[in-house]
Every structure is written in C-alpha cells, then in structure tokens.
C-alpha cells in the first residue's frame, strides 16, 4: 500500500471575535513541498444539535481529504442554550469562516474561487444556510470582522444527514423530547411565536433558481434514528432538482445518525463507504 501524502495540521487558527467570542479551527492543508495548489477547501461545520459537539469530529476527513489535494478548515461556532439562543448568530460564524479563508487564501495556497461548506447534522444545517443565504437573508452580520468585505459565496455544499426544515425538526423534537427542544433553545422562539423566523431558518426555502449556481452533495443513512430522512433529505432534494441545481447523493444503507466522525479506513465504516463517492463529487464540483 503507498503512503498518503503528508498533511499539515494548525490547530486553534483563529478566524474571528464576535461579540467577545474567539471562534477558532483546525486547518488541514495538503502539505508544503513539492510545489501543487492552490488547492480547493471546504470549510466543515460539526454537528451536536445547536447546543453541542465539537470540531475535532472532522480528525479523519481533515487528514483524509487533505492528503488528496482539498484543504479542510474545521470550525468551533457559538452553541446554544436554554435561554441563550444563537440563531442567526451561528450562521454568521459560519460565513466569517469562509470569508477567512478566502481573505487568507494566499498564505494558505488555497484557491479562493474553489470553496466549499461540508456539514453535518445540526452543522449541515447551518452550512446550508450560509451556502444558501450567506448573499442575502445573513448578509453583513459583523461588519467589523477583518475579511467583512470579502464574498461569502461558495462553490460547493455537502451536507451529511442534515436539517432542512426546522419547523418538522422542532416537530420531532416536540414528540422526542418535550421538555427540552433543541431547536426551540436555538431559534428563542416556537413556530407559533414567528413562522417567518422559522421560514428564514430553513434552508429548504433557499432551493431557488437565483441560487442554483453551485453543487449540491446529500448523504444520509436509511436507519437514521434522529433526523426524518424522507421529511428532510429527500424533500430538500426534490426541491434542489426542482430548481436545477447540480445534486448527487450518497444513500448509506444500514446507517443510523452520528457516523461522519468515525475511521473512515475502518473496515465497514460508513464513512469508508462515502469517502469515495465524495471524492469523485469534489473533483466534479470543487
């Protein structure tokens, strides 16, 4: 078996402060050496439900996709609580992370026209929304950040068993867990208090023709036990292909929720199963 290629790892880059808060990451580049770039990047959104999870759940792909030519800047966001909601405030987090790599993408060798959000669950959520509606509805939310003035546009969105319409979460939340509702401690509010809050907050409502420049990738398992698959996935997609958007999907038979952070060279692993698939969709669209 040949070696992968060396990857270069900065943890805790620091990428901006907002409202006193230092929002840091990981980066992974394909290492220095050998000449190469500038290379695409994906900037990664861990899941944890709003309210947790942490950025080390991309350790393999940082590695992974790295050593195959696609930087990976895996991001920390501001998380809620009962009582402290962070909607839309995550989703600016979200996009001022993309803003710096692009603004940095210079000393980084990265190519800042071949950007990207990979997401996951909860993160995939908000990646949505930032790919989606970082041009328009979140536009301009911290105008003090030190690359404010730079695009937030991407070029590609990958989305692993994510969250597209948030009043059928919160839904589902309600009948899971009534007394405490994810969704509700982040949005500060029901469906019943500002549907149009709701409405923003969904990235299914961005599938439009105005925003089918870039490519789509959907992956979720079919025993998802957390997330409705066909009420979430499936329906995000009829919506994307209803607006001719670029979309391909990885249906991972067996899968449940919670697998993206496992090996992906471990034998069986469901990430093992994506990587590929993946792979051939950056090439295509990255």
């Not at 759940?57 to 991001?75: E, M």
């Not at 695009?151 to 899971?176: C, H, N, P």
């Not at 038979?253 to 069986?268: C, T």
Request: with cysteine; hydrophobic share 45%.
């Amino acid at each position: 078996m040949l070696a992968s290629p060396p990857v270069e790892r900065c943890a805790g880059v620091v990428y901006a402060d907002h409202d006193g808060v230092v929002l840091a990451g990981d980066l992974y580049l394909p290492a220095a050496g050998g000449g190469g770039g500038p290379f695409p990047a994906l900037v990664a959104v861990h899941g944890g439900g709003w309210q947790g999870g942490v950025r080390s759940a991309f350790q393999y792909w940082g590695p992974y996709l790295a050593a195959r030519g696609t930087a990976l800047f895996a991001i920390s966001y501001r998380l809620a609580k009962k009582g402290a909601k962070m909607f839309p405030q995550a989703v600016h987090d979200v996009l001022a992370a993309v803003q710096f790599v692009r603004g940095s993408a210079a000393s980084f060798k990265i190519d800042p026209e071949r950007i990207g959000l990979f997401g996951a669950s909860a993160g995939a959520h908000l990646a949505a929304l930032a790919a989606l509606g970082g041009g328009s509805t979140f536009k301009g939310g911290y105008p003090q950040d030190a690359h404010a003035a730079v695009s937030s546009k991407v070029k590609a969105l990958v989305g692993v068993y994510g969250v597209y319409d948030l009043v059928e979460m919160w839904q589902r939340y309600q009948l899971q867990s009534p007394r405490e509702n994810n969704i509700e401690n982040f949005m500060g509010a029901a469906p019943m208090d500002d549907s149009r809050l709701y409405f923003d907050a969904s990235p299914i409502n961005y599938a439009t023709f105005t925003n089918n420049q870039m490519g789509v990738f959907l992956s979720v398992g079919t025993e998802d036990d957390l997330v409705n698959r066909r009420a979430q996935t499936d329906a995000f997609l009829m919506r994307l292909k209803q607006a001719n958007f670029f979309v391909r999907t990885c249906i991972v038979a067996g899968a449940p929720h919670y697998w993206l952070n496992d090996p992906i060279e471990e034998p069986g692993s469901y990430s093992g199963f994506l990587a590929p698939r993946l792979l051939r969709f950056l090439g295509e669209r990255l």
